[in-house]
């Protein structure tokens, strides 16, 4: 039944009539050097992801050229906001538009509508792992196609890439789509090398408390698991404190592996994967870099498997192949300076974040739903899960977050979210608001780096 509604749903007009015997015998015997899951095994070094996308196959087939002479671990593809939304029959318009008039017509890359046959020869051409970054709820077809061209690190999952992103999409809609995707991602891996899913932390980018982050990390890496799949990332993004960084990276570590173990999926690889810095970018070029060098010591300090670069044109819109090209090489170039850091803890810190998500997790698993996708989805409605600056309907809102001095974000206010008086009381205690009203100090909050 599974296999017919695969066939179903890519069964369209908009990509390439699908072989599934010929794509199985395709993975079976792709070259490991696609299989991010192998190079984390193999690499002894933090693997470099740049971002992009362009909508031309040509564009993209270049961008690979520049990131493959400046060094790349992982390269990108970015996929076009109108297949994000599923509205393949724009996305075939600006796409043609874009081929006729040498004009970027479309934010990405529109993979569904380029098709598998096509893709597959440019990732096999460079015979380097890709990693499918695209923010879509509904990513049934798109993972498919992705799969079939040899794109064997799928981001995202059903909180991660639809609270952030969606308004009114159905949250109990993403996660029946995202267990589809799981089952997929787990068939595929019995041929070769694991399928690496990867959940994106970031989040809105917001003033995101790391025990919500870490949360969210932990759910999407157990609905994973539980369908089969062997290799999956955590991650999230630079806050604006390098100490909560660590403090975060140390957690999300403990946790992953304790929770992995409580539905025995103890023998999955999990890896960490560290965001440079997600919110706003300063117009000055020069602290730019330095805000990118300080997220690149922040990766090795961690000891990230992975880390995912920005340029210094971030603050002026979507970066030429050149300038992207440029910050993979740099961030290279300074990692190479940064090996064997010592281990750094704060242990009232990691106890106090251990605390609040422990008390979280406990306050999901013992919602009464038969599944955990229920428990999940449950706990989001009832604010238990609450995503700061959120824009979906089914966000609780509740809870505010502020920066204290030393720009650690802190619970302010929890709404719902079930941590106790004594860890609120913690997090309060280190926030001053110096006389500011909580708006103005949020708003100082967000621009910190500008």
Not at 201 to 224: D, F, K, R, W, Y
Not at 267 to 282: E, K, S, T
Not at 416 to 423: G, L, R
Request: with cysteine; charged share 25%; glycine share 6%.
């Amino acid at each position: 039944m599974f296999q017919r509604e695969r066939e179903i749903i890519t069964k369209t007009p908009y990509t390439d009539s699908f072989d599934f015997d010929e794509i199985k015998e395709f993975i079976t015997g792709a070259s490991k050097n696609l299989f991010i899951s192998h190079k984390f095994k193999t690499s002894d070094k933090i693997l470099v992801q740049p971002r992009g996308g362009f909508p031309t196959y040509d564009k993209v087939f270049e961008l690979y050229g520049e990131f493959t002479n400046a060094g790349v671990d992982i390269l990108p593809l970015t996929i076009d906001s109108n297949t994000r939304l599923n509205d393949y029959e724009m996305a075939k318009k600006m796409l043609a538009l874009s081929e006729e008039n040498d004009e970027n017509m479309l934010n990405g890359y529109p993979l569904v509508n380029h098709g598998y046959r096509s893709t597959r020869k440019m990732v096999t051409h460079y015979d380097t792992p890709i990693s499918l970054r695209h923010g879509t709820p509904d990513a049934r077809l798109l993972i498919e196609v992705a799969l079939a061209s040899g794109i064997f690190e799928i981001e995202g999952g059903p909180i991660t890439y639809l609270l952030p992103y969606s308004k009114n999409f159905p949250l109990d809609k993403a996660f029946l789509y995202w267990k589809y995707v799981e089952r997929v991602c787990a068939e595929y891996s019995e041929l070769n090398e694991p399928i690496n899913r990867e959940s994106f932390g970031p989040l809105s980018a917001t003033l995101q408390p790391p025990a919500i982050v870490i949360v969210i990390q932990l759910l999407e890496m157990l609905l994973s698991l539980e369908e089969g799949v062997k290799s999956f990332s955590v991650s999230f993004s630079q806050t604006g404190s390098m100490s909560q960084d660590i403090v975060s990276s140390n957690v999300i570590k403990k946790l992953a592996k304790k929770y992995a173990e409580k539905i025995n999926c103890g023998d999955a690889d999990i890896h960490l994967v560290y965001h440079q810095w997600m919110g706003a970018f300063p117009r000055n070029k020069e602290f730019s870099d330095s805000l990118i060098n300080t997220s690149t010591v922040i990766a090795a300090m961690i000891r990230a498997d992975k880390m995912i670069t920005k340029t210094r044109d971030e603050a002026f819109g979507i970066p030429t192949k050149e300038v992207n090209a440029s910050a993979v090489k740099n961030t290279q170039y300074t990692l190479n300076m940064l090996r064997g850091l010592p281990l750094i803890t704060d242990e009232e810190e990691e106890a106090n974040l251990t605390e609040m998500v422990d008390d979280i997790m406990e306050a999901v698993f013992n919602d009464p739903a038969d599944t955990l996708w229920r428990q999940v989805f449950n706990s989001i409605k009832n604010g238990i899960i609450d995503i700061p600056f959120s824009p979906h309907i089914a966000n609780s809102g509740e809870a505010i977050t502020v920066r204290d001095e030393n720009y650690n974000i802190r619970f302010y206010e929890r709404g719902n979210v079930p941590i106790s008086d004594k860890c609120l009381a913690f997090e309060r205690s280190k926030v001053d608001l110096c006389g500011q009203s909580l708006v103005n100090h949020i708003i100082h909050d967000i621009g910190i780096m500008l």
